[in-house]
C-alpha cells in the first residue's frame, strides 16, 4: 500500500479517535485517496447522527474533505465493555552499568512482546524515570510509531497511608501541549508499581490508536 495513504488513513483515524465518546476507528482509503469506508466504535448514549455528522464535520475541517453519510458506521458498545487493558506486563529488567541504569520493559498483547529500553545516569529517580520511560518507548513499539509521547514526570507519594507511583505523560497534538496522569499502588515490587502507573496513563489513548 501506498506510503501517503497509510500516512492519511492513519490521521483520519487520529482524528476521530480524538471526538468525544470515540472508542476506536478504522478508516479505508480508495485507490484515489477517497474515504471509502469509516468504521467507529463508540460508547453507548451518544446520538449516532449527532456522531455522524462530528465525524463529517471533523474531516471537512481538518482535511478539506467531503465525506457521503453512507460510508461511516458506527457501532455502539457499554464503554466498561471496552477492554481499555490491552497490554500486560511480560518482564520488567534493571541492570547496572558502571555509572549508568539500563531499564528494559517488555509488555505483551495477545501473545506478541514489545520492547522498551531506557538507560539513565545512576540514581533513585532516574531509576524511576528509566523504567517509566521504557514503558512508553514499549506502548510505542506497539502502536509501531515513536517519538508521540514522553515522560513530564513519575513521583513516589503517599495517600491514606498508602504508597503510591504518579505518571505524568505528554504529548503535543497541533502545537498544543497534552498531558495524562496515571498511577498505580505500590504492593510488593516498585518497577511494576512505575509500568502500571505508565499504562494506566496511556491505555486508554493507545487503545484508540490501534
Not at 514503558?135 to 495517600?159: Q, R
Amino acid at each position: 500500500m501506498d506510503d501517503n495513504k497509510i500516512a492519511l488513513e492513519d490521521e483520519i483515524k487520529s482524528l476521530v479517535c480524538r471526538i468525544p465518546d470515540v472508542l476506536s476507528c478504522k478508516v479505508i482509503l480508495g485507490d484515489k485517496n477517497e474515504v471509502e469506508d469509516i468504521h467507529v466504535l463508540c460508547s453507548t448514549g451518544r446520538n449516532i447522527k449527532q456522531l455522524v455528522r462530528d465525524i463529517q464535520s471533523a474531516i471537512s475541517a481538518r482535511f478539506n474533505m467531503e465525506i457521503d453519510y453512507k460510508v461511516i458506521s458506527v457501532a455502539q458498545i457499554e464503554e466498561n465493555e471496552y477492554k481499555d487493558n490491552r497490554l500486560r506486563i511480560d518482564s520488567i529488567s534493571m541492570m547496572n552499568m558502571d555509572n549508568s541504569l539500563k531499564a528494559t520493559v517488555v509488555l505483551d498483547n495477545e501473545g506478541k512482546t514489545f520492547e522498551g529500553v531506557s538507560i539513565k545516569v545512576k540514581s533513585t529517580t532516574n531509576k524511576y524515570k528509566a523504567v517509566a520511560e521504557a514503558t512508553i518507548l514499549a506502548l510505542e513499539a506497539f502502536i509501531n510509531t515513536s517519538s508521540i509521547f514522553y515522560l513530564e514526570g513519575i513521583e513516589k507519594a503517599k495517600i491514606a497511608g498508602r504508597d503510591v507511583f504518579l505518571c505524568l505523560v505528554g504529548y503535543t497534538y497541533k502545537n498544543t501541549e497534552n498531558l495524562l496522569i496515571g498511577s498505580s499502588l505500590i504492593k510488593t515490587d516498585e518497577n511494576e508499581a512505575v509500568v502500571k502507573s505508565a499504562l494506566n496513563a496511556l491505555n486508554r489513548m493507545i487503545s484508540k490508536m490501534v
